[in-house]
Structure formats: C-alpha cells, structure tokens
C-alpha cells in the first residue's frame, strides 16, 4: 500500500513559477512509475509528466516541455515537480500518482493517486 500528498499549489501569476511536492509514504520499487497528471473544469485529467523511479528517466507532454521539471528524491521517498513561465492554461488540480509497470499516460495505468493540489494562474 502505498499513499500519496501532494502539496504546493497556489495562486500566481502568469510568468511565474512554483514547485509542487508529492511525499510517498510505503515502499517504492525501481520498476515502479511516478507521474504528475492535471485536471481543469470540465476537462478529463490529462498526464504532464513523469519519471521511472530506479533509473530517473523523465517523460512530459509536450505543451510543457522547457518549462516543467520532474524530479525525484529517492531517500525521501519524494517526488517534485518544478513548474516555470506558468500560463493560464496550466491552471488545474494537480495529482501524483503511482503505476507498478513502466511509463504510461493513461490514468487507468495508475493504482495510487493522491488528493490534488490546486494550481491557479492568473492572466
């Protein structure tokens, strides 16, 4: 059993940046998969980015690369993901969330996910 806390999220402005942390609590393999997914009103929850926990590779939509960074501290059992230049469109509740197999963007991959945090950019 693995549980997932997101925290970080807050009103800025648009241009500016935060960090959004997400702390694991359980054990965590090397073949396991950690990813950041959003969801806006209205729309369905969408993969931004992801990282394989053993070895560090990184994956990201393509609407925020150069912008989004994620990351992992594997001591802390912690994943973060660094947001830059945000935009107005990034607003949404951002999850962190956990598959057993390798990369994937599909939600259904996914057998923990944490509560969200709320990211809101203002124009």
């Known amino acids: 059993q693995v549980q997932l806390v997101e925290s970080g999220g807050e009103l800025v402005q648009a241009g500016g940046s935060l960090t959004l942390s997400c702390a694991a609590s359980g054990r965590i393999f090397s073949s396991h998969f950690m990813g950041w997914f959003r969801q806006a009103p209205g729309k369905e929850r969408e993969f931004v980015a992801g990282i394989r926990w053993g070895v560090g590779n990184t994956y990201y939509r393509e609407s925020v690369k150069g912008r989004f960074t994620i990351s992992r501290d594997s001591g802390k059992n912690m994943v973060g993901l660094r947001m830059n230049n945000l935009k107005p469109e990034d607003t949404a509740v951002y999850f962190c969330?956990?598959?057993?197999?390798?990369?994937?963007?599909?939600?259904?991959?996914?057998?923990?996910w944490g509560q969200g945090t709320q990211v809101t950019v203002s124009s």
């Open positions: 969330a956990l598959a057993r197999g390798g990369y994937s963007t599909q939600t259904s991959s996914y057998v923990y």
